[in-house]
Structures are given as structure tokens and as C-alpha cells.
């Protein structure tokens, strides 16, 4: 079968790299790509948003499934939009992910805090703000514990949280979203939540609508600094699986949040098909939802992807058509450890357009690989292109091994201003 896959960065180049592997991949096509994905497939020029301009190549490439990494398209309707076209047209396209409606999971926080809590699913407590109530939203937060979250409610590239440990940074923080519109549309709704104490846990399910399967868990590191300092970002790397996420832990998880949330998908009368990424909170023994993803999470689909042995693509048509149910997933029992080299300046501005060395020239072993996110081919250069720009990850069966030849791997890749976080799993 022919697939396309949407996205350009590090979570597209191991979706690529893995479905690759299949037997039944006849012709992968990735929209737009990366310097590391066409080693899979054909990159094509392809906006993933311009979701009329993605049928018609479906079309004309007879595209039997279509495979969305992050979550602009699906927020934009591209499953609805390909599945009422096909289905009009006569043609057999599926595609991997939600409907626009399920979306809203990831694309207002409001919305997946109202669902979370009319099904019961353990989460922060939380109020909801719009810029015209910024007197109200002043006053509530001088009366709120702190320290205190506040969150864009819309899409803000993994940006859009802010941790706030007194009641003036707290004011401060309120004025990026809604005097400096420092995060855009996204942050005309502004949700101020409890802070969770705890360890976070990112944990995937892929779903068909009825039944689902559960993926490796991960943790990953969002803030830039060492030591879970400074900024957050999209992420600096990840581990999988966190040795906290024991069989016990994994148990809860699936009772307590998984299965409701699914379970309450289908009586809002929707099917859920594609990846479900849960963003937990272990606060004491118990997990707690910080957020929902409707795809995979990057960095953390570097360090689960080179972990799975079953065949990708077999999982995700069968997510597509209905089909999960008595399907099982083979996994390497070894640690990933995934370490993510950023541009110099990230996440603020980007020095952006640097030749890059270390990406060849030597052997890697079966349990290394590097994952191009923002990188682009200019002449006979790889150049820097994105804030986030190689991943790499190794396996090893000792997570301290695997961490340490994961720095090592990562610190091989060089160009100007390039830097990775040298503490990733030493808190595990």
C-alpha cells in the first residue's frame, strides 16, 4: 500500500524509519519531511493544513492511508474532510487519527478539562479565563495557593505553560498572554490550574473506536535547563520506559483514566481512531491527567518507536478500519534514552542556517539511531532549520549506559550554537 505521512520533524523520521520495516509499504510519501525521512520515502511539498490540497494528492498518488504526525491537521479536519471526500469519490482512504471534534482533546485545554471532568478522570482543579475578564482572573489569582499553572488554551507548540511560584510572577505571567500576546490566539483563553506535585509520565494508546493498545510509556524533560530549570519547550529528551512506571502504576493508569476516557468518547457518540497521548501526573500513588495529545508526543515517539518490534504500519491500519481487538505489541525490553540537540537561542530566537557535521562518517550499531526534527538539505550541506534539531537515542539494557552513550551520541552532532540538556534520566 502507499502511505502518506504528515509532519517534518524527529516523531515523523522514526514513524518513517519504522513503517519502512513493513512487508506491506509499497511507496511511503512524507509531506513535507526532513533531510532524515527521505532516507524512507519521497519528501513531497505539501502544506498538511491545506487539507482539500492533501486529498487530491491522495488522489493522484492512490494513497490507501494516511498517517498524520502532529496535531495542526488533525485540528484542522483532515480526517473528516478525507473520509467525506473518499467516501463521495468511491475511494478506500483511512486515515490514523481523530475527528476535528476529538481533536478539541488537544487544541483547547478548556475543552479536555470540561470532558475530564463530566467522565470522572483524575485531574488539577481549574478555571477558566478570556481577556475580557482579566480583573476577575487578577483577583482570583491573589487568592490562589501557589505555586500556580497557567495554560494557553490552544495550540502553542508545547510552549504554552507557565509555572508561576508567587502571586507577582503569577500577574506578570498573565500579562505575555494577553498584553503581549506572546502566544497568539492560543492564549485568548487562559486556564489557571493546581499545581500537581509530583513525577510526569507521557503514556500512548492507539485506538480504533472500540478497543485500544498500549504503547511503552516515556517520560520526557520539557524545561531547557539542567536540573528542570528555565523555559519550557517542546522537549529535550526522553526515557522509556521510566522505571516508575511499574506494572502496578500502569494498571491504575488504564482503570482510572485510558479506559474512562474512551469509555466516555464513545457516550459523546464519537470513535476515537488513532494515537491517545495521556500527560500524567504521579502524585503520591495516584495519576493524575495534566493533558491530552491527540498523536504520538516528540521527543518521546524517538525513544518508544526504536522499542517496538511489532509492525507499525499492521497497528495503525487496523487502528484506521476497527481492527485492534486481539492484536498484541512485541517490545525490546531495554531502556531508550532519546537526547534532543537544539539550535542555538531555543526556545526563544533561533540562530538558524548552520552547516551541521556528524550525522555520517561513521558505523552506528543496531542500538543507535539519530532522528533528523529541524533539519534541511541546502546543496551539499545539512543545515540547521528548527529549533529542535537531531534527536538521538540509544538502547541499552542499563538506563545509566543508555543515558550516557545517548549524551554521547548527541554531543557528536555539531554546528554552530548547538546545545543538548547533559542530565537526562539521572532524577530515574
Not at 174 to 194: C, N, R, Y
Request: with cysteine; glycine share 10%; aromatic share 8%.
Amino acid at each position: 500500500m502507499n502511505v502518506l505521512l504528515l509532519g517534518s520533524g524527529g516523531r515523523e523520521h522514526a514513524f518513517a524509519m519504522k513503517m519502512a520495516e513493513s512487508n506491506r509499504l509499497d511507496q511511503l510519501y512524507i509531506a513535507p519531511g526532513n533531510a532524515g525521512t527521505a532516507n524512507f520515502g519521497i519528501n513531497v511539498n505539501l502544506n498538511p493544513t491545506d487539507v482539500a490540497s492533501v486529498y487530491n494528492f491522495c488522489k493522484e498518488y492512490q494513497i490507501a492511508l494516511v498517517v498524520p504526525g502532529n496535531e495542526d491537521p488533525l485540528v484542522a479536519g483532515i480526517t473528516d474532510y478525507i473520509e467525506l471526500a473518499a467516501a463521495a469519490d468511491g475511494l478506500q482512504i483511512s486515515v490514523a487519527g481523530p475527528s476535528a471534534w476529538c481533536a478539541q482533546l488537544e487544541g483547547s485545554k478548556d475543552f479536555s478539562k470540561a470532558f475530564m471532568q463530566r467522565h470522572g478522570i483524575p485531574t488539577a482543579a481549574a478555571r477558566t479565563f478570556r481577556a475580557e475578564q482579566r480583573e476577575e482572573a487578577e483577583a482570583y489569582l491573589r487568592q490562589h495557593a501557589m505555586p500556580v499553572v497557567l495554560k494557553a488554551d490552544g495550540l502553542a507548540a508545547g510552549k504554552g505553560v507557565l509555572i508561576c511560584d508567587t502571586t507577582q510572577e503569577a500577574l506578570e505571567s498573565l500579562a505575555l498572554f494577553w498584553t503581549e500576546q506572546k502566544f497568539g490566539e492560543a492564549g485568548a483563553k487562559v486556564l489557571v490550574e493546581e499545581f500537581l506535585e509530583g513525577i510526569e509520565c507521557s503514556v500512548f494508546a492507539l485506538c480504533d473506536g472500540k478497543d485500544y493498545v498500549l504503547l511503552p510509556p516515556a517520560k520526557d524533560y520539557k524545561r531547557v535547563g539542567e536540573g528542570d530549570t528555565g523555559l519550557n519547550t517542546g522537549g529535550m529528551g526522553a526515557v522509556s520506559p521510566p522505571p516508575f512506571a511499574t506494572p502496578q502504576l500502569m494498571r491504575r493508569i488504564e482503570e482510572s483514566i485510558v479506559r474512562p476516557t474512551l469509555q466516555g468518547l464513545q457516550s459523546e457518540g464519537v470513535d476515537y481512531r488513532g494515537f491517545l497521548f495521556v500527560g500524567l501526573m504521579k502524585v503520591g500513588d495516584e495519576p493524575m491527567v495534566i493533558e491530552y495529545n491527540v498523536r504520538m508526543g516528540d521527543p518521546e515517539t524517538e525513544a518508544v518507536m526504536p522499542r517496538l518490534q511489532s509492525d507499525l504500519l499492521e497497528l495503525l491500519v487496523a487502528a484506521a478500519s476497527g481492527k485492534l481487538s486481539g492484536m498484541e505489541l512485541r517490545v525490546d525490553p531495554r531502556f531508550a534514552v532519546t537526547t534532543v540537540v537544539c539550535s542555538g537561542g531555543y526556545p526563544g530566537e533561533l540562530r538558524l542556517g548552520y552547516p551541521m557535521t556528524g550525522l555520517t562518517g561513521r558505523d552506528y550499531t543496531e542500538d543507535e539511531r539519530l532522528f533528523h526534527a529541524g533539519t534541511k538539505r541546502e546543496g551539499a550541506d545539512c543545515v540547521n532549520r528548527g529549533g529542535r534539531v537531531v534527536a538521538a537515542t540509544v538502547l541499552d539494557a542499563d538506563l545509566k549506559e543508555a543515558a550516557r552513550r545517548s549524551l554521547a551520541l548527541a554531543q557528536e552532532i555539531r554546528f554552530e550554537g548547538a546545545f543538548c540538556r547533559k542530565d537526562l534520566g539521572q532524577d530515574l
